[in-house]
């Protein structure tokens, strides 16, 4: 693909005047550059090698790298110490926040999880779908602090949290793969996820109950519930998951933990169902 190809929309490959909304606009060439390794590195949806990344940029490795070191001190991209490959910065990070409060699910869900948090006394997370897996991108403290270290970031297990496995049994088989593979040691050849039988048998309880349950898993000691959102077209919006300490938070799915986490789950689907044009104009 050619350098002008991969430009962003609306600006110069080469940072020279073009008319944009009728005026005549110029551009720094340097800026458009490095925002095509951003652009790379957001397409591929995992961390990347340099030379990865170089070739996805359509730059030479030696350019790529100059551009890399100044990204990564502005926190746009960081490189693991061990893998040697880029992914996400601290500042790419925070402004992928900045967007997700402005998506109608996240914003319906906010007030709702403070209030389900609230009114059951354990703590709940919103989850959505990021590269890595299953992404906290709120918590809200209930009860009793937990001996878990669980914060606005941190990637939850597809096999091993009760988060995890609802993504599995509603994501579509190419995103949940990708998820998958990423999640199994970045290996670019590491296997999707499992299709056996009792793997297929495990997904469709969930999808008949609506909702997942973990005790003592990953952490012992640590129980939790997860339940889905849809939007109006009956995709994962996100996943509410409560927390709690094992004995004290009761998980099943008959239980009142479950009923209220399913009721505000109903709830947020509801809105969103609501206001069909606000969820059109977020996503052009």
């Known amino acids: 693909m ?24 110029r551009g720094i060439q340097s800026v ?22 170089a070739i996805a940029a359509d730059l030479a490795p030696g350019q790529a790298h100059a551009y890399l070191v100044s990204l990564s001190r502005l926190g746009l991209v960081k ?25 109608p699910a996240f914003r319906a869900a906010v007030p709702r999880v403070a209030a389900l948090a609230e009114a059951i006394g354990f703590s709940v997370a919103i989850c959505i779908a990021g590269p890595q897996g299953p992404t906290i991108v709120r918590y809200e403290h ?18 091993a949290t009760s988060t995890g496995r609802v993504f599995c049994a509603y994501l579509p088989s190419e995103t949940l793969d ?11 050849s590491a296997t999707a996820a499992p299709r056996d039988a009792a793997f297929q048998t495990s997904l469709e309880k969930i999808r008949a109950r609506g909702l997942e349950s973990s005790v003592d898993a990953p952490s012992p000691g640590i ?29 099943a799915a ?10 505000a789950a109903r709830e947020i689907g509801a809105e969103l169902a609501a206001q069909p044009s606000l969820l059109a104009s977020s996503a052009s």
């Open 142 to 159: 209930g009860g009793f602090p937990l001996h878990v270290n669980l914060h606005v970031g941190t990637v939850m297990s597809l096999p």
């Open 178 to 188: 990708a998820m998958w593979a990423n999640q199994s040691g970045a290996d670019q």
């Open 254 to 263: 008959d239980g009142r933990i479950a009923r209220a986490l399913l009721g």
């Open 32 to 53: 458009e550059v490095g925002g095509r390794l951003l652009l790379a590195l957001a397409q591929a949806r995992m961390p990347l090698a340099l030379s990865d990344l």
């Open 2 to 25: 050619s350098k002008a190809a991969k430009a962003a929309p609306g600006k110069g490959a080469s940072g020279t005047e073009i008319a944009e909304g009728g005026k005549t606009q």
């Open 223 to 251: 129980s939790s519930l997860s339940a889905p959102v849809f939007d109006p077209d009956g995709r994962l919006a996100l996943a509410l998951t409560v927390i709690g300490s094992t004995g004290s938070i009761d998980v």
């Open 79 to 103: 490189r693991d110490e061990l893998s040697g490959r880029y992914e996400p910065g601290p500042l790419s990070l925070r402004l992928g926040l900045l967007h997700l409060e402005n998506q």
